[in-house]
Structure formats: structure tokens, C-alpha cells
């Protein structure tokens, strides 16, 4: 569900260095992009992106790179200058020239003040996108409903955006159906995982081995069924108000979505896993000092699978729980 919001958007963008490959180069082009997604749709189109579009600071953020592009720009007229932090956008006899930490625009020579500081993140710069879409003769328009940036011709038509992002994201306030099911489950450690992992999970492994460190994966994917008998028998233990804070109840737990696993290691590796996990798309889902923002006390060993993408982005931009990168992007 997107959060509605009740002021206007700004449109911003960001950069980053590598050939968006695939994009129709045609004028007229119409793209959408989508706050919380990697994809984006350029004439009905599906591609996807090695980044995020993003909210922040009332301002919607997609990768300039695929915005120039789509606005007509080929990848040689998109000049990045390291040692000065500046692109430059180059168009039909035209210039457009931002630098990092500087609001004022250099258009064709005219200096302009931009709607927002461009910022360097990641490895990325960021800059007020609709300057740059209106500069090379398009409109931006902004579909509260689903989160989408709408990139089209003047007196065009509007695109039609795409549905809205679902995060899957599951705690004490966001239950999963009864019947949830994942799809197609693997096995590592005779553990049960959603297919969509393993490999990441593998590659995850075998980088704490090649460090010296052994981790193992003693839990994963659970029928609602399973964390029934699991948190009753907790309940019997130790009560249910102690158990609330270590178990899930039933249809709340993220080992129902096979993306959470479990894992056995030494306090070192554990150290090890909460610095790198992010490399492999995976996140600690419970960290310390974070108990009144996911529910639950620290768990070491309770990691998920989020995908390289946003794991990225919840490095770069130091979001430490699934909750804070939810109400980030505009979703929860």
C-alpha cells in the first residue's frame, strides 16, 4: 500500500555509471518508474534497473542515466566528470550541467537554482529530475495511487501505470494468509528454503568459509502450521507475553515466506555476516536497539532475503530494519 501524501511531488533523479541496455532511443519516448522497484516500463515495456526509485524528503528519486535516456539522450551525450562531481546532459545543441553538492543548474550558461542539492550516495548522484525532463521538452507527471513517475512527450497521452509495488513484509501488524505458500522450495542442511534463495544463500556461505568463518542454516521455511506448534509450545514454556518477544505467532512469521533462515555460527561469524550479508541481498531482520521498531529482540542468527538491489540501498543509506525501509520508500 502506498502512503498517500498531500503535497506535491518533485521528481528528482540520480546517476550511475553503467549502459542501460536495451532502451528504445526513439523520441516520444513514454517510461514509468516506480518508488520501491528496480523495474521501470519504457513503451509498455518491462525492464529492470540495478537500482531503487526512491522517496526522500518530498521528492521522488529514479536513475538519471535511464531517465536521459528516455528522454531522448544517447549514452554518449551523458558526460560524468569525477574529479569535479558534475554530469553534464548534452541534447540537440543543448546543455544541462549539475554538480554534487551545488543547488545552482547550469543551462546553456544560464546558472538556475535547482529544486533540491544534487547528493553523491553509493557511488551515485542524485539531482531534481524534473528540471531535467521539462529542460529536453517532456512532462512528469506522479500517480499517487501506485508510486509511479510518469515520463511522457508534451500533449501526449498520460501512460496508464503499471500495479503497485507489494513489499512482502510480515511482523506482529502485517500478517501473511493462512494458506501462504512460497512456490518451489530447495533444501540446504535439510533445511527448507524458498528456491529464489539458494543460490544467493549458497554464495553466502561459501564467502564466511573462504573468511574462516562456518555458518550453517539450522532453520527456514515454515508451514503456518509449523510456527503454530512452535509458538504454542513456547507459550506452554514461558508465557505468552515471553514468547510474544521471541516467537511469532502464526501467520506473522517470516519463515512462512521461505526467505528467513536461521543461522548457526560463533559470535565472529556472526560479526562477520551482519557487515557483509548485504553484498549477497541478505539483511539481519532483527537487530539490536531496534525492538520497538520490528517487535522483536535481537536475533544474531535471523536473516532475510531481500534481494541484492535493496539490501544495496538499505546499506548506502544506513536503514537497518525491513520496517524503517518500508515507510522510506512509501510502502508498508
Known amino acids: 500500500m502506498i502512503i498517500k ?34 523495474r521501470y516500463f519504457l513503451a509498455g515495456t518491462e525492464y529492470t ?9 518530498n521528492r521522488a528519486f529514479v536513475p538519471v542515466r535511464y531517465l536521459a535516456l528516455v528522454c531522448g539522450l544517447k549514452d554518449d551525450e551523458i558526460i560524468w566528470d569525477g574529479a569535479t562531481a558534475k554530469v553534464t546532459l548534452t541534447h540537440n545543441g543543448r546543455s544541462l550541467t549539475m554538480q554534487v553538492g551545488n543547488r545552482m543548474l547550469d ?58 509495488i507489494d513489499l512482502l513484509l510480515v511482523n506482529k501488524a502485517h500478517p501473511m494468509p493462512k494458506d501462504f505458500h512460497p512456490g518451489p522450495l530447495a533444501v540446504i542442511n535439510n533445511r527448507q528454503i524458498s528456491q529464489q534463495i539458494k543460490s544467493p544463500l549458497q554464495n553466502l556461505l561459501a564467502a564466511a568459509r573462504d573468511k574462516g568463518y562456518l555458518l550453517t ?9 509449523d510456527q503454530n506448534l512452535i ?26 515466506t521461505g526467505l528467513a533462515v ?34 522483536f529482540a535481537y536475533e544474531p542468527w535471523h536473516y532475510r532475503y531481500v534481494g541484492i538491489t535493496v ?21 508498508h
Not at 234 to 256: C, D, I, M, N
Open 5 to 38: 501524501r498531500l503535497f506535491p511531488v518533485i521528481v528528482c533523479i540520480f546517476l550511475f555509471f553503467c549502459p542501460a541496455e536495451g532502451l528504445s532511443l526513439q523520441p516520444g519516448n513514454i517510461s514509468v518508474f516506480q518508488l520501491g522497484s528496480d
Open 311 to 331: 539490501a544495496t540501498f538499505m546499506h548506502d543509506k544506513k536503514i537497518s530494519t525491513l520496517e524503517e525501509y518500508a515507510s522510506y520508500i512509501m510502502l
Open 217 to 225: 542454516v539450522n532453520s527456514g521455511y515454515r508451514s503456518y502450521q
Open 107 to 164: 543551462t546553456c550558461g544560464t546558472l538556475l537554482e535547482a529544486e533540491a542539492v544534487p547528493e553523491a550516495i553509493g557511488g551515485r548522484v542524485y539531482l531534481p529530475a524534473r528540471q531535467v525532463a521539462e529542460f529536453f521538452d517532456y512532462q512528469v507527471s506522479w500517480d499517487e495511487a501506485t508510486g509511479a513517475v510518469l515520463i511522457y512527450p508534451p500533449g501526449g497521452a498520460r501512460p496508464e501505470p503499471p500495479g503497485k
Open 49 to 57: 534497473m540495478d537500482a531503487l526509485a526512491f522517496m526522500e524528503q
Open 231 to 256: 509458538y504454542s509450545s513456547r507459550v506452554k514454556l514461558y508465557g505468552r507475553k515471553s514468547a510474544s518477544f521471541t516467537v511469532a505467532l502464526p501467520g506473522h512469521s517470516e519463515h512462512q
Open 262 to 295: 536461521g543461522l548457526k555460527g560463533s559470535a565472529a561469524a556472526y560479526a562477520w555476516l551482519e557487515k557483509n550479508c548485504w553484498h549477497y541481498g541478505f539483511i539481519l531482520r532483527y537487530p539490536a536497539g531496534k525492538q520497538v521498531v520490528t517487535g
